[in-house]
Protein backbone atom coordinates (compact mmCIF):
# COMPACT_ATOMS: atom_id res chain seq x y z
CA UNK A 1 0.00 0.00 0.00
CA UNK A 2 2.89 2.12 0.45
CA UNK A 3 4.54 1.64 -2.65
CA UNK A 4 1.42 2.54 -4.10
CA UNK A 5 0.30 5.55 -2.34
CA UNK A 6 3.78 6.75 -3.08
CA UNK A 7 3.64 5.74 -6.85
CA UNK A 8 0.32 8.04 -6.64
CA UNK A 9 1.65 10.81 -5.39
CA UNK A 10 4.79 10.58 -7.50
CA UNK A 11 2.33 10.58 -10.42
CA UNK A 12 0.37 13.64 -8.91
CA UNK A 13 3.12 15.64 -8.10
CA UNK A 14 4.36 14.83 -11.94
CA UNK A 15 1.01 15.94 -13.58
CA UNK A 16 0.36 19.02 -11.28
CA UNK A 17 4.06 20.47 -12.28
CA UNK A 18 2.92 20.01 -16.23
CA UNK A 19 -0.03 21.78 -15.72
CA UNK A 20 1.89 24.48 -13.75
CA UNK A 21 4.50 24.72 -16.45
CA UNK A 22 1.96 24.40 -19.11
CA UNK A 23 -0.39 27.42 -17.42
CA UNK A 24 3.47 29.27 -16.96
CA UNK A 25 3.84 29.09 -20.50
CA UNK A 26 0.13 30.00 -21.46
CA UNK A 27 0.36 32.94 -19.15
CA UNK A 28 4.02 34.22 -20.61
CA UNK A 29 2.83 33.70 -24.04
CA UNK A 30 -0.15 35.68 -23.57
CA UNK A 31 1.88 38.36 -21.92
CA UNK A 32 4.17 38.60 -24.56
CA UNK A 33 1.07 38.95 -27.23
CA UNK A 34 0.02 41.72 -25.30
CA UNK A 35 2.92 43.96 -25.97
CA UNK A 36 2.54 45.75 -29.36
CA UNK A 37 4.19 44.59 -32.57
CA UNK A 38 3.14 47.22 -34.96
CA UNK A 39 4.53 50.64 -33.40
CA UNK A 40 4.00 53.98 -34.99
CA UNK A 41 5.73 57.12 -33.17
CA UNK A 42 4.79 60.05 -33.76
CA UNK A 43 7.04 61.62 -31.49
CA UNK A 44 11.05 61.98 -32.03
CA UNK A 45 12.04 61.83 -28.51
CA UNK A 46 9.50 58.68 -28.29
CA UNK A 47 11.24 57.05 -31.01
CA UNK A 48 14.45 57.82 -29.42
CA UNK A 49 13.46 56.34 -26.45
CA UNK A 50 11.91 53.28 -27.78
CA UNK A 51 15.27 52.72 -29.79
CA UNK A 52 17.27 53.60 -26.53
CA UNK A 53 15.09 50.62 -24.37
CA UNK A 54 15.48 47.91 -27.23
CA UNK A 55 11.77 47.58 -28.74
CA UNK A 56 13.05 49.44 -32.47
CA UNK A 57 12.29 45.95 -34.15
CA UNK A 58 8.60 46.92 -32.88
CA UNK A 59 9.05 49.90 -34.33
CA UNK A 60 7.22 50.10 -38.08
CA UNK A 61 7.12 53.64 -38.90
CA UNK A 62 8.09 56.93 -37.53
CA UNK A 63 7.01 60.47 -38.23
CA UNK A 64 9.46 62.72 -41.01
CA UNK A 65 10.64 64.93 -37.73
CA UNK A 66 11.94 61.20 -36.51
CA UNK A 67 15.30 61.58 -37.83
CA UNK A 68 17.37 59.57 -34.91
CA UNK A 69 18.51 57.10 -34.74
CA UNK A 70 18.63 56.41 -38.77
CA UNK A 71 18.01 53.28 -38.76
CA UNK A 72 14.28 54.66 -37.61
CA UNK A 73 11.60 53.51 -40.20
CA UNK A 74 11.05 57.39 -41.07
CA UNK A 75 8.18 58.35 -42.86
CA UNK A 76 6.10 61.20 -44.10
CA UNK A 77 3.91 61.20 -41.67
CA UNK A 78 3.25 63.98 -39.46
CA UNK A 79 3.42 64.17 -36.04
CA UNK A 80 2.41 67.73 -35.58
CA UNK A 81 -1.36 67.37 -38.50
CA UNK A 82 -1.40 63.81 -38.12
CA UNK A 83 -3.38 61.76 -41.02
CA UNK A 84 -5.16 59.27 -39.32
CA UNK A 85 -5.96 57.19 -42.75
CA UNK A 86 -1.94 57.14 -43.36
CA UNK A 87 -1.50 56.35 -39.83
CA UNK A 88 -3.92 53.16 -40.24
CA UNK A 89 -2.30 52.03 -42.93
CA UNK A 90 0.62 50.76 -40.94
CA UNK A 91 -2.04 48.67 -39.19
CA UNK A 92 -0.32 50.27 -35.85
CA UNK A 93 -1.36 47.94 -32.50
CA UNK A 94 0.25 51.13 -30.70
CA UNK A 95 0.78 55.21 -31.52
CA UNK A 96 3.00 57.51 -29.55
CA UNK A 97 2.64 60.79 -29.82
CA UNK A 98 3.93 64.02 -27.93
CA UNK A 99 0.65 66.06 -29.16
CA UNK A 100 -3.26 65.31 -28.51
CA UNK A 101 -6.05 66.22 -30.42
CA UNK A 102 -9.07 64.88 -32.26
CA UNK A 103 -7.68 62.02 -33.94
CA UNK A 104 -6.59 60.50 -30.57
CA UNK A 105 -10.59 59.52 -30.51
CA UNK A 106 -10.33 58.68 -34.20
CA UNK A 107 -7.41 56.21 -33.82
CA UNK A 108 -8.98 54.48 -31.00
CA UNK A 109 -12.26 54.05 -32.53
CA UNK A 110 -10.48 52.30 -35.16
CA UNK A 111 -9.33 49.82 -32.08
CA UNK A 112 -5.71 51.46 -32.29
CA UNK A 113 -3.86 51.98 -28.64
CA UNK A 114 -2.64 55.46 -28.67
CA UNK A 115 -0.31 56.66 -25.45
CA UNK A 116 1.10 60.03 -25.39
CA UNK A 117 4.13 61.05 -24.23
CA UNK A 118 4.05 65.01 -23.54
CA UNK A 119 7.06 67.30 -23.50
CA UNK A 120 8.96 66.71 -19.91
CA UNK A 121 9.06 69.94 -18.32
CA UNK A 122 11.56 67.96 -15.44
CA UNK A 123 14.35 65.18 -15.63
CA UNK A 124 12.53 63.02 -13.46
CA UNK A 125 9.55 63.39 -16.08
CA UNK A 126 11.66 61.83 -18.43
CA UNK A 127 12.48 59.47 -16.56
CA UNK A 128 9.02 58.43 -15.63
CA UNK A 129 8.44 58.24 -19.68
CA UNK A 130 11.19 55.84 -20.95
CA UNK A 131 9.95 53.72 -18.01
CA UNK A 132 6.34 53.53 -19.18
CA UNK A 133 7.24 53.11 -22.85
CA UNK A 134 9.40 50.14 -21.34
CA UNK A 135 6.90 48.99 -19.43
CA UNK A 136 3.97 49.11 -22.42
CA UNK A 137 6.42 47.45 -24.80
CA UNK A 138 7.61 44.93 -22.88
CA UNK A 139 11.44 45.87 -22.12
CA UNK A 140 11.21 47.75 -19.13
CA UNK A 141 14.33 46.13 -17.58
CA UNK A 142 15.95 47.86 -19.92
CA UNK A 143 14.15 50.62 -19.80
CA UNK A 144 15.04 50.83 -16.10
CA UNK A 145 18.50 50.35 -17.13
CA UNK A 146 18.73 53.03 -19.01
CA UNK A 147 17.46 55.60 -16.53
CA UNK A 148 19.80 54.42 -13.93
CA UNK A 149 22.87 55.17 -16.37
CA UNK A 150 21.34 58.33 -17.66
CA UNK A 151 21.17 59.79 -13.86
CA UNK A 152 24.54 58.46 -13.19
CA UNK A 153 26.03 59.94 -16.20
CA UNK A 154 24.58 63.14 -15.13
CA UNK A 155 25.71 62.92 -11.98
CA UNK A 156 29.45 62.16 -13.52
CA UNK A 157 28.90 65.31 -15.51
CA UNK A 158 27.94 67.61 -13.31
CA UNK A 159 30.92 66.89 -10.66
CA UNK A 160 32.91 66.97 -13.72
CA UNK A 161 32.87 71.13 -13.51
CA UNK A 162 34.29 72.53 -10.74
CA UNK A 163 32.76 74.14 -7.92
CA UNK A 164 34.16 77.57 -8.97
CA UNK A 165 32.04 77.33 -12.59
CA UNK A 166 29.03 76.68 -10.80
CA UNK A 167 27.40 79.75 -10.76
CA UNK A 168 28.36 81.28 -14.54
CA UNK A 169 25.91 82.95 -16.44
CA UNK A 170 24.11 81.07 -19.13
CA UNK A 171 21.91 82.57 -22.08
CA UNK A 172 20.60 79.96 -24.25
CA UNK A 173 19.95 80.72 -27.97
CA UNK A 174 17.33 79.31 -29.47
CA UNK A 175 16.94 81.40 -32.66
CA UNK A 176 18.87 84.35 -34.05
CA UNK A 177 16.22 86.73 -32.94
CA UNK A 178 17.41 85.98 -29.23
CA UNK A 179 14.22 83.59 -28.04
CA UNK A 180 15.74 81.80 -25.06
CA UNK A 181 14.53 79.10 -22.62
CA UNK A 182 14.15 79.97 -18.89
CA UNK A 183 15.05 77.58 -15.87
CA UNK A 184 10.99 76.86 -15.72
CA UNK A 185 11.67 74.42 -19.09
CA UNK A 186 13.11 71.35 -19.55
CA UNK A 187 16.58 72.95 -21.00
CA UNK A 188 16.85 75.51 -18.55
CA UNK A 189 16.57 72.38 -15.69
CA UNK A 190 19.83 71.58 -17.43
CA UNK A 191 21.52 74.02 -16.48
CA UNK A 192 20.06 74.21 -12.95
CA UNK A 193 21.50 70.96 -12.73
CA UNK A 194 24.90 72.68 -12.66
CA UNK A 195 24.11 75.88 -10.59
CA UNK A 196 23.63 78.32 -13.75
CA UNK A 197 22.35 81.54 -13.56
CA UNK A 198 19.75 81.50 -17.15
CA UNK A 199 19.68 85.47 -17.37
CA UNK A 200 16.06 84.18 -19.43
CA UNK A 201 15.02 84.46 -16.19
CA UNK A 202 14.21 87.88 -15.29
CA UNK A 203 13.99 88.49 -19.23
CA UNK A 204 10.47 86.62 -19.03
CA UNK A 205 8.20 89.25 -18.51
CA UNK A 206 5.31 86.93 -20.19
CA UNK A 207 6.07 84.08 -17.99
CA UNK A 208 6.19 81.85 -21.32
CA UNK A 209 9.33 79.85 -20.50
CA UNK A 210 10.72 80.69 -24.04
CA UNK A 211 11.19 85.02 -23.96
CA UNK A 212 12.41 86.92 -26.95
CA UNK A 213 15.52 88.86 -25.37
CA UNK A 214 16.79 92.02 -27.21
CA UNK A 215 20.78 92.40 -28.35
CA UNK A 216 21.09 95.20 -25.35
CA UNK A 217 19.49 93.12 -22.50
CA UNK A 218 22.23 90.21 -23.00
CA UNK A 219 25.11 92.84 -23.40
CA UNK A 220 23.82 93.56 -20.12
CA UNK A 221 23.23 90.68 -18.83
CA UNK A 222 26.90 90.15 -19.87
CA UNK A 223 26.85 85.85 -20.14
CA UNK A 224 29.74 83.79 -19.30
CA UNK A 225 28.66 81.41 -21.51
CA UNK A 226 26.39 80.97 -24.55
CA UNK A 227 24.85 77.73 -25.97
CA UNK A 228 23.85 78.16 -29.46
CA UNK A 229 20.84 75.88 -30.48
CA UNK A 230 20.65 77.58 -33.67
CA UNK A 231 22.85 76.90 -36.32
CA UNK A 232 25.10 79.79 -35.39
CA UNK A 233 28.76 79.63 -34.87
CA UNK A 234 30.93 80.92 -32.31
CA UNK A 235 32.80 83.08 -34.98
CA UNK A 236 29.03 84.84 -36.22
CA UNK A 237 28.75 85.33 -31.50
CA UNK A 238 31.62 87.47 -31.56
CA UNK A 239 31.25 89.48 -35.22
CA UNK A 240 27.71 90.40 -33.39
CA UNK A 241 28.17 94.27 -32.57
CA UNK A 242 29.47 94.87 -29.28
CA UNK A 243 29.22 91.01 -28.40
CA UNK A 244 32.95 90.78 -28.55
CA UNK A 245 32.98 92.44 -24.94
CA UNK A 246 30.85 89.95 -23.40
CA UNK A 247 32.03 87.64 -21.33
CA UNK A 248 31.30 84.18 -22.65
CA UNK A 249 33.32 85.54 -25.98
CA UNK A 250 36.30 87.15 -24.47
CA UNK A 251 36.83 83.61 -22.24
CA UNK A 252 35.91 81.44 -25.59
CA UNK A 253 33.09 79.82 -23.76
CA UNK A 254 30.83 79.77 -26.92
CA UNK A 255 29.29 76.27 -27.87
CA UNK A 256 27.08 74.75 -31.01
CA UNK A 257 25.05 72.35 -29.86
CA UNK A 258 23.03 69.79 -32.17
CA UNK A 259 19.21 71.58 -32.08
CA UNK A 260 17.72 68.60 -31.75
CA UNK A 261 19.64 67.01 -29.07
CA UNK A 262 18.72 70.37 -27.17
CA UNK A 263 15.75 69.90 -27.11
CA UNK A 264 14.43 66.63 -26.76
CA UNK A 265 14.00 65.01 -23.17
CA UNK A 266 14.91 61.92 -24.46
CA UNK A 267 18.36 59.55 -23.61
CA UNK A 268 20.59 62.25 -25.53
CA UNK A 269 20.57 65.08 -22.99
CA UNK A 270 23.46 63.15 -21.66
CA UNK A 271 25.48 64.55 -24.81
CA UNK A 272 23.77 67.78 -24.12
CA UNK A 273 25.12 68.12 -20.48
CA UNK A 274 28.48 66.87 -21.48
CA UNK A 275 28.97 69.72 -24.37
CA UNK A 276 27.83 72.00 -21.86
CA UNK A 277 30.48 70.35 -18.98
CA UNK A 278 32.55 70.65 -21.86
CA UNK A 279 32.92 74.64 -22.55
CA UNK A 280 32.10 75.62 -18.76
CA UNK A 281 35.28 73.96 -17.64
CA UNK A 282 37.21 76.04 -20.63
CA UNK A 283 40.21 78.15 -18.88
Not at 132 to 160: C, D, E, F, Y
Not at 190 to 197: E, K
Not at 204 to 221: F, V
Not at 231 to 258: D, F, L, S
Request: charged residues 20%.
Amino acid sequence: MHRLALAFLTALGVALAAVSLSAAAHEQSRQTRAYPSRIVSLSPTGTEDLFAIGAGKQVVAVDADSNYPKTAPRTSLSGITPNVEAIANYHPDLVVISNGGAFVQQLEGLGIRVVAEPASQTIIGAYSEIKNLGRITGHLPAAQKLVTSMAGQLRAIVRSVPKSRRHLRVFHELDPTYYSATSSTFIGRIYALFGFRNIADAGDKQHTGYPQLSAEYILKANPQLIVLADGQTPAKVAARPGWKTIAAVEQHRVVAVNADIASRWGPRIVQFARAVAKIARKD
